[in-house]
C-alpha cells in the first residue's frame, strides 16, 4: 500500500505544461529526498528527478521538480507525444525504514 | 554498456520458492546499494528490499519481510533475492536497481534498472 499519494490521471495537448502532485508525510518526503521516475509498461523505469529537483545528465530540461513541506510535484514543460508514460515519485521514509513510491500517475498527451 | 539483467522467474504454485537474480555489468557494482523493486499486473511500483554495498544494511518491505532474503556476490557482480512461501499477490516484474550511497552525486537515486523478471505465484 503507497504512502504517497499522486492523481491517477494527467493530460495535456503538445506543447502544453503538466504539473503531477505526489503528497505525503513528514516521515517521508518532509525530511527525505523525493524523486520522480517514469515508467513505460514493459521497459526499465527510468530516473527523471532526484533530490527533489535535480535532473541526471540526458533527462530534457522540460521536466521540472519541486518540494515543498510533506508534499512535491513533477513538472513537463512543452509536452511531447513521447512523454506518454506512469510517473511516480518515491521517497524514503524514516517510520517504515524503507523506500515508498507514489500510487502512480498516468499522463496522456491528447 | 552498463546493464542489469534480471534472471530467475517463472510459475510457481503458492507456497512455493524461486531464487531471484541480478547480473551487473560495465559499473563498479560494489561501489553501489542495490534494490528490488516489482510492479503487480495493473498496479503501481513496490520497493521490495535494499542492500548495502557490503551487505552490513539490509531492509525490507513489511509485506516481504521473513520471506524475502536479499543477498549479493560482489565478486560474481550479482544480486539475488531468495523468496520462499510465496502468495499469489506476491505476483510481479521484479526489477532490481542500482542505488548511488548517500552524498554521491545521484544520491540515493535508483538510477539504473534492469528490464525485469516476472513472477506468477498460482494454483
Known amino acids: 500500500q503507497s504512502v504517497l499519494t499522486q492523481p491517477p490521471s494527467a493530460s495535456g495537448t503538445p506543447g502544453q505544461r503538466v504539473t503531477i502532485s505526489c503528497s505525503g508525510s513528514?516521515?517521508?518526503?518532509?525530511?527525505?529526498?523525493v524523486f520522480w521516475y517514469q515508467h513505460l509498461p514493459g521497459t526499465a523505469p527510468k530516473l527523471l528527478i532526484y533530490?527533489?529537483?535535480q535532473r541526471p545528465s540526458g533527462v530534457p530540461d522540460r521536466f521540472s521538480g519541486s518540494k515543498s513541506g510533506t508534499s512535491a510535484s513533477l513538472a513537463i514543460s512543452g509536452l511531447r507525444s513521447e512523454d506518454e508514460a506512469d510517473y511516480f515519485c518515491a521517497a524514503w521514509d524514516g517510520s517504515l525504514s524503507g523506500r515508498v513510491f507514489g500510487t502512480g500517475t498516468k499522463v496522456s498527451v491528447l | 554498456e552498463v546493464q542489469l539483467v534480471e534472471s530467475g522467474g517463472g510459475l510457481v504454485k503458492p507456497g512455493g520458492s524461486l531464487r531471484l537474480s541480478c547480473a551487473a555489468s560495465?559499473?563498479?557494482?560494489?561501489?553501489?546499494?542495490m534494490d528490488w523493486v516489482r510492479q503487480a499486473p495493473g498496479k503501481g511500483l513496490e520497493w521490495v528490499s535494499f542492500i548495502s554495498t557490503d551487505s552490513k544494511y539490509i531492509y525490507y518491505a513489511d509485506s516481504v519481510k521473513g520471506r524475502f532474503t536479499i543477498s549479493r556476490d560482489n565478486a560474481k557482480k550479482s544480486l539475488y533475492l531468495q523468496i520462499n512461501s510465496l502468495r499469489v499477490e506476491d505476483t510481479a516484474v521484479y526489477y532490481c536497481?542500482?542505488?548511488?550511497?548517500?552524498?554521491?552525486?545521484?544520491?540515493?537515486?535508483?538510477?539504473?534498472w534492469g528490464q525485469g523478471t516476472m513472477v506468477i505465484v498460482s494454483s
Open positions: 536497481a542500482r542505488e548511488s550511497p548517500a552524498g554521491a552525486a545521484l544520491s540515493e537515486a535508483f538510477d539504473i
Open positions: 560495465g559499473i563498479t557494482f560494489n561501489s553501489y546499494h
Open positions: 533530490k527533489n529537483d
Open positions: 513528514s516521515s517521508n518526503i518532509g525530511s527525505n529526498y
